[in-house]
């Protein structure tokens, strides 16, 4: 009986080990855990679906044009599931701009958001912003929406 316990511990131990290699760019380590912090304080548990993916990077293979350029994407495996969130190299050049980019790709991940909430409203979960320093001038009220009004949040307390 002792050996079959202790057989079962180190499978349990090697497969959480396992899962747990997610990349996180350092870049991107900042943002990250101020927004999973947010989560928490939401009460929204990220763990396990943090220690899903396979990494969390800045790419330089989202598409670039003068016509519209892809900031950020959640990447998805064969079957459909995420196994990356990544933030276009270009959304590096204003710290504002990388900190909104994230926290979108973040939302659609974390916050459980499957579509944007408009084209181009001025919120963090728009398709495009006409200008990003009128979110981040909002910051604290844009964040209060974007957390209230994810499916995640919606979910847990029974709103719609």
């Given at each position: 009986?002792?050996?079959?316990?202790?057989?079962?511990?180190?499978?349990?131990?090697?497969?959480?080990?396992?899962?747990?290699?997610?990349?996180?760019?350092?870049?991107?380590?900042?943002?990250?855990?101020?927004?999973?912090?947010?989560?928490?304080?939401?009460?929204?548990?990220?763990?396990?679906?943090?220690f899903k993916l396979?990494?969390?990077?800045?790419?330089?293979?989202?598409?670039?044009?003068?016509?519209?350029?892809?900031?950020?994407?959640?990447?998805?495996?064969?079957?459909?599931?995420?196994?990356?969130?990544?933030?276009?190299?270009?959304?590096?050049?204003?710290?504002?701009?990388?900190?909104?980019?994230?926290?979108?790709?973040f939302a659609h991940?974390?916050?459980?958001?499957?579509?944007?909430?408009?084209?181009?409203?001025?919120?963090?979960?728009?398709?495009?912003?006409?200008?990003?320093?009128?979110?981040?001038?909002?910051?604290?009220?844009?964040?209060?929406?974007?957390?209230?009004?994810?499916?995640?949040?919606?979910?847990?307390?029974?709103?719609?």
């Amino acid at each position: 009986m002792k050996k079959l316990l202790t057989l079962a511990v180190v499978l349990i131990s090697s497969l959480t080990v396992t899962s747990q290699n997610v990349h996180i760019d350092g870049r991107l380590q900042p943002l990250l855990t101020e927004f999973l912090e947010l989560c928490t304080s939401y009460n929204i548990d990220t763990h396990d679906k943090l220690f899903k993916l396979n990494s969390i990077d800045i790419v330089n293979t989202l598409s670039v044009s003068e016509k519209g350029s892809t900031l950020g994407m959640l990447r998805r495996d064969a079957e459909g599931a995420v196994e990356a969130i990544d933030i276009n190299w270009m959304a590096q050049l204003d710290p504002e701009i990388l900190r909104i980019v994230a926290f979108h790709e973040f939302a659609h991940y974390f916050l459980e958001y499957a579509t944007h909430v408009c084209d181009d409203c001025g919120q963090i979960m728009a398709v495009v912003n006409g200008s990003y320093f009128d979110i981040i001038r909002d910051w604290d009220r844009q964040i209060e929406l974007l957390f209230e009004e994810s499916p995640a949040f919606l979910k847990q307390t029974g709103g719609s």
